[in-house]
């Protein structure tokens, strides 16, 4: 915990109760390319909300809308209420962090977080000992002097993150901050970003198309799918309630196994007998998509005929889980299980499968998609 | 002189990771060649400045540079260079900066920079004949200038017509070597263009821009072809003062005076690039 | 799609809605600026040019037009010096022989030096722009000498080339250096090696084709610096395109010829780099 003087605690009271941000109807185009049509998102005050999609879904335009770096064709932009679609980007007190590269060059870490308060006229006493607080607050406190050139990836996007926050901005703003780090430093940086969001209180976008970052860090997350959002929901609904099968798919892994609704509100899949998420699904045959984790593997010979029966192909070394791929004959399906359990798997070995019955998603449409 | 196509060095079969004591032979060629041609002319050049022409040693050649008709050159080729320095680079910043912020891949910037490849060599007899028809005394068009043979505008307007193009060429990486996050991260934290500029995009570039202006600089201290073709009765500089004093055949003496004057050059010349590659390497730091 | 520009600026418009964003009447208020610099700019480029041109199509009276200063390119023979055509062959040769050896003579040592002795390589650099803190003008009062033991053989103007490839170092070699740069030659030669070719096989056939576009500039470079060289050939003594056309100048002031040969090299020249540009790969924003 960064030790922070009264003074500071009383200053940042301010930003503590974040603002809402409304955004009502957003549409951009680039000639004949809808980045985004009809968006509406609206984020509670101090709420951490991610958008999360595939290259090219709009998730990236709606962050730079609101930052006011892109122009919006049509729709509304409210923060704290007041309008502010039509205010330019040096107007609308955001903090901004991008992907790479944002530091000044020719200027320190201390510099470049001081920055922004420069430009408020602030004295260079306050501003130097407000930049240091916030590299203190990052965990930068000893880089001060230095460049961005002589600072690691990790480190410079904490100096950007600090100089984002140095000018208390209404909403934070956050472009794949870490999708230019390494596997490590990212899940270190991330976890610190959100202790240091939760702390400030502030009300931030964060942008991402890492589905691990996602959940792990947002109160709210949503799936972004050309130009529109499909989900936005808590990351425990996003992923064990996914609403389409764009989300089931893009969020987690997913199994696509042919199944059949019955009459009696339930989806037969490979013998096993599961709840439907959604029980006005007509009867007939569809895809039902499967979580890893809801396929249970057993050495044991069946117990009964017509079970689940397959070979192991290979297994995925995934650290506390592994994920085993076993042939069914027809197809392939994909379990996880706790390491140890699948240590004692070897490839061609025969196993018996179950899938629990937690509710499934289905959707009509082949098998033909790869799992997951 | 035998100019080895493919340099191979006494075969020796090297193992992986160890430093091939021997490798550089194979940059001998080069280097050779750059010796004969570039650094014998040089040496020739910085020796004979001290000697008389029975090859005794001796200062007079060196401390002739001194007196006030030789520092009339220097200051002529100085203050020419000078005005043609700044006028290019300020311009060539400006079109540069025009060039930089549209399209990479448009037709645009194909054609001004291919341009800008062939007008920067451009110089000698075309470029002040073009120049005389255009705007000299003589000329058909309307824009007869008095001052066409006037020292040093007359010569320096026709010096920019290079130096832009040189410009552009030089410092244009620069200027695509400012980031968009630079900029857009400052309008994020409040500021101005002009503040952008202020306090971001001029401190970044000013390296580039002093070095690209010293560059043109000695490009205009070094230039002989223009000028000699622009009046070639006078000698204003001193490249035309060393011509005069090669071709001339007032007394013997004056071939280690050309040495001298040509040695003054390469010192001028020197310090001026010398400063470049500074401050080139600053610009490189930040905006490579 | 979103970043075209280098600078921040706002991106280009690609359709044509017209925007009432902010950014897109920055950007607009950004074109009218530029649009306005390249007219004047290039007024102020094409004016001599074209100037030039007229000139060089003036017929002998008043008011008429021919093609007579072109047609004469060819058969030029001015009063006291050689004929024009001579002076073209001997630049355009020397352009040719001057961009050979200096090929030859910097793509292996560059690779070279890339691949098995980096640590000359800063002084290499070094050695490759050091012509130009050497001005023309100063290397031809050194190289009276060396000149002179070679004319004791009585050579051509084609010797010429032996200091015209030191003058193109600079260019030539940051051309080449560009083209190497963004290919990973240590990897590409170590594969090639590996899979048994001999070094020679590599820079030619590995890192030497990757590099077409480099080795077309460098070429392209070289030849513009040649074709325009005036010092040193004036000074040694030596009748090549640019000291024939100041002789022609001298002699017979006005001639259209001197237009004309101009006007040729100067369109050749820029075409060529403007194919150059095309042909070359597409660029890449950083």
Not at chain 1, 323 to 351: C, P
Not at chain 2, 24 to 50: C, E, M
Not at chain 3, 60 to 66: H, N, P
Request: positive net charge; proline residues 5%; aromatic residues 8%.
């Amino acid at each position: 915990m960064p030790v922070t003087s009264p003074t500071t605690r009383a200053q940042d009271a301010g930003a503590r109760t974040g603002v809402e941000v409304r955004l009502e109807g957003l549409s951009r185009h680039y000639g004949s390319v809808v980045a985004l049509q009809g968006l509406d998102l609206t984020m509670r005050p101090g709420e951490l909300v991610v958008l999360l999609g595939p290259s090219g879904c709009g998730k990236t335009t709606t962050l730079r809308l609101l930052a006011g770096l892109e122009d919006a064709d049509e729709g509304r932009i409210t923060v704290g209420g007041a309008d502010i679609t039509h205010l330019p980007a040096n107007k609308r007190d955001m903090g901004m962090v991008f992907q790479a590269y944002s530091l000044f060059p020719h200027m320190t870490a201390l510099e470049n977080v001081a920055f922004g308060l420069r430009l408020r006229r602030a004295g260079k006493a306050e501003r130097d000992r407000r930049a240091s607080e916030m590299l203190e607050l990052v965990g930068l406190a000893e880089q001060a002097g230095r460049y961005a050139h002589q600072i690691s990836g990790g480190q410079q996007q904490r100096v950007a993150l600090a100089r984002a926050l140095a000018i208390q901005p209404k909403v934070l703003l956050l472009d794949e901050p870490l999708s230019a780090l390494d596997a490590k430093v990212r899940s270190q940086l991330r976890d610190e970003i959100r202790r240091i969001q939760l702390e400030v209180g502030i009300t931030t976008l964060f942008v991402t198309h890492d589905q691990e970052e996602a959940l792990a860090i947002a109160d709210r997350v949503g799936v972004m799918r050309e130009g529109q959002i499909e989900q936005l929901g808590s990351p425990t609904d996003v992923y064990s309630r996914p609403a389409t099968p764009f989300v089931a798919e893009f969020v987690g892994l997913s199994n696509r196994l042919a199944g059949e609704v019955t009459t009696s509100g339930t989806v037969v899949v490979r013998g096993c007998q599961l709840p439907l998420m959604d029980s006005g699904v007509p009867a007939g045959p569809v895809v039902a998509l499967v979580r890893p984790e809801a396929v249970t593997v057993a050495t044991s010979e069946p117990t009964e005929a017509g079970a689940l029966t397959g070979t192991v192909i290979a297994t995925t070394f995934l650290g506390a889980t592994s994920r085993i791929t076993v042939d069914l004959g027809d197809t392939r399906i994909m379990a996880q299980l706790a390491t140890a359990e699948a240590a004692a798997l070897s490839a061609g070995q025969r196993v018996t499968l179950t899938i629990r019955p937690s509710p499934v998603l289905v959707s009509a449409g082949s098998t033909a998609a790869s799992t997951g | 002189m035998a100019v080895a196509t493919t340099a191979e060095p006494a075969a020796r079969p090297v193992r992986p990771g160890r430093r091939a004591p021997l490798a550089w032979i194979g940059t001998v060629p080069f280097f050779g060649y750059v010796a004969v041609f570039l650094l014998w002319p040089t040496g020739i050049v910085v020796l004979d400045a001290f000697k008389d022409t029975t090859g005794k040693f001796t200062l007079s050649g060196v401390t002739s540079l001194w007196n006030p008709a030789v520092r009339g050159y220097f200051i002529g080729s100085f203050k020419l260079s000078l005005i043609s320095a700044v006028a290019g680079a300020v311009l060539g910043a400006i079109l540069a900066y025009c060039v930089a912020s549209g399209n990479p891949a448009g037709a645009v910037r194909r054609v001004y920079l291919s341009g800008s490849g062939v007008l920067a060599q451009f110089g000698g007899v075309t470029l002040a004949f073009a120049f005389l028809v255009t705007i000299g005394p003589t000329s058909g068009l309307l824009l007869r200038a008095g001052w066409y043979y006037s020292f040093p505008l007359g010569i320096a307007l026709i010096y920019t017509y290079f130096q832009v193009p040189l410009m552009v060429l030089v410092f244009l990486p620069a200027i695509d070597g400012l980031k968009i996050q630079w900029r857009e991260a400052s309008e994020n934290l409040g500021a101005s263009t002009w503040q952008y500029w202020r306090y971001i995009g001029g401190p970044l570039l000013a390296p580039a821009f002093l070095g690209s202006a010293l560059l043109l600089f000695a490009n205009a201290l070094s230039a002989f072809a223009t000028i000699e073709a622009w009046e070639n009765q006078i000698a204003y500089t001193v490249p035309q003062q060393i011509s005069t004093s090669l071709s001339s055949e007032v007394g013997l003496s004056n071939i280690n005076y050309a040495d001298a004057l040509a040695m003054g050059m390469v010192i001028m010349v020197a310090i001026v690039m010398t400063g470049y590659a500074l401050l080139q390497r600053r610009a490189a730091r930040w905006l490579h | 799609m979103a970043a075209l520009t280098s600078l921040g600026e706002t991106p280009a418009e690609t359709a044509a809605p017209r925007r009432q964003g902010m950014r897109a009447r920055r950007r607009r208020r950004l074109n009218a600026f530029r649009y306005l610099a390249f007219t004047m700019f290039g007024l102020f480029f094409l004016l001599p040019m074209l100037a030039m041109i007229r000139f060089s199509l003036e017929g002998s009276k008043g008011g008429t037009w021919s093609l007579a200063a072109w047609r004469d390119i060819v058969s030029y023979q001015g009063v006291g010096v050689p004929p024009l055509m001579s002076a073209v062959e001997i630049s355009l040769e020397l352009a040719v022989i001057t961009c050979l050896v200096i090929l030859v003579l910097l793509v292996p040592t560059m690779i070279w030096i890339r691949l098995r002795v980096q640590w000359i390589s800063r002084t290499f650099e070094f050695l490759c722009l050091l012509p130009l803190t050497i001005p023309a003008i100063s290397l031809v009062v050194g190289l009276g000498p060396v000149y002179n033991r070679i004319e004791h053989y009585n050579l051509s103007a084609l010797m010429l080339f032996w200091v015209y490839v030191v003058l193109a170092l600079p260019y030539a070699s940051r051309a080449l250096a560009a083209g190497l740069n963004v290919l990973d030659v240590k990897t590409l030669s170590e594969a090639a090696r590996s899979l048994g070719a001999s070094w020679f096989t590599v820079m030619v056939r590995v890192i030497a084709p990757n590099m077409w576009q480099a080795i077309l500039n460098a070429t392209l470079l070289s030849s513009a610096l040649v074709l325009g060289e005036f010092t040193i050939a004036y000074l040694l003594g030596y009748n090549n395109l640019q000291a024939e056309l100041y002789s022609i100048s001298r002699n017979t002031p006005n001639a259209g010829v001197v237009f004309s040969t101009s006007a040729a090299s100067l369109l050749f020249a820029f075409v060529l780099l403007l194919i150059l540009s095309y042909v070359g790969r597409p660029r890449r924003r950083g």
